[in-house]
């Protein structure tokens, strides 16, 4: 990390709640329900004593330089500052990266103290809700020099939409399954077996063995769609017997299509 950087004491976990907080904002939220998705989203750091400090300071410094610090949030973090828990966890740092990290942080510490500044005016984000309908079914046809060299090429992904989900931006992308085709032929909708759903990994062992089955579709705009895609129709989504479905949209793997055929080939020889 570079030592000349103003907040040297916020570590990179700092500067991805400051990326996420802004994003939110962008997206429409208010302060309020911005700050609480940041604690949502880094809820599994908030175990960790001094991940839960970072979290709160980085989540402080960016809401009081947009002019959105609600008081409670303010509080919190001068009394962070104040009770210099967070120290002794730069004891291996040295003392010259330790003197510098204490001077950023009481310069927030008074910086916190003074008035919020007028709240500032945002660019706020154009969203994309992707048109497919739950259970829709569309095929796309393999066809990079990956999938050729692999000994797939001319087959078919095939992709059903069994639910959705927020993605960057707030854009309403599709989370999806999968099946590849056993050869070059355009598969017929009511052929398709949800028993041989693509398999994208183990996501939990004990105490049993269920495995990861939905992904993200980063369907972001109407322009990054395939032109070539083929929609078969619509069906029935059925979830797979041992399949393991997160709490969290945040869980789910994504898939871009740019690499999708490379993703999904490399899935489909470890897992099935």
Known sequence: MNLNDKDIFIDDLGYDVKEFYLCKLREG???EEAEKEVLIFFKHH???????????????????KLGRVSDKLQKLAVRIIEEGDIIANWRSCGRTVIIKKQ??????????????????????????????????????RLRTEFSRV???????????????????????????????SDDETLPDINDIDH?????????????????????????????V?????????????????????????????????????ERIIRLYDEYN
């Open 103 to 140: 001077t950023a942080l009481w310069k927030l510490r008074k910086k916190l103290m003074m008035p919020c500044p007028e709240s500032k005016r945002l660019y706020m984000y154009k969203m994309y809700k992707c048109e497919w309908n739950i259970g829709d079914v569309y095929a796309y």
């Open 195 to 223: 028993s041989d759903i693509l398999n994208l990994g183990i996501a939990q062992k004990y105490p049993k063995k269920l495995y990861r089955y939905r992904g993200k579709l980063l369907n972001a705009s109407k322009r």
């Open 46 to 64: 908030l175990d960790d004593n001094y991940k839960q400090l970072i979290v709160v300071l980085a989540l402080a410094e960016s809401a009081w």
């Open 29 to 31: 939220l208010s302060a």
């Open 225 to 261: 769609i395939p032109r070539n895609i083929i929609y078969l129709g619509n069906m029935e989504v059925k979830k797979h017997p041992d399949e393991y479905i997160p709490s969290d949209s945040t869980e789910y793997p994504f898939f871009s299509w740019s690499s999708i055929e």
């Open 150 to 180: 692999r000994g797939y090429s001319g087959r078919y992904i095939i992709i059903q939409k069994a639910d959705q989900c927020s993605w960057f931006k707030g854009h309403i992308v599709p989370i999806v399954y999968f099946w590849l």
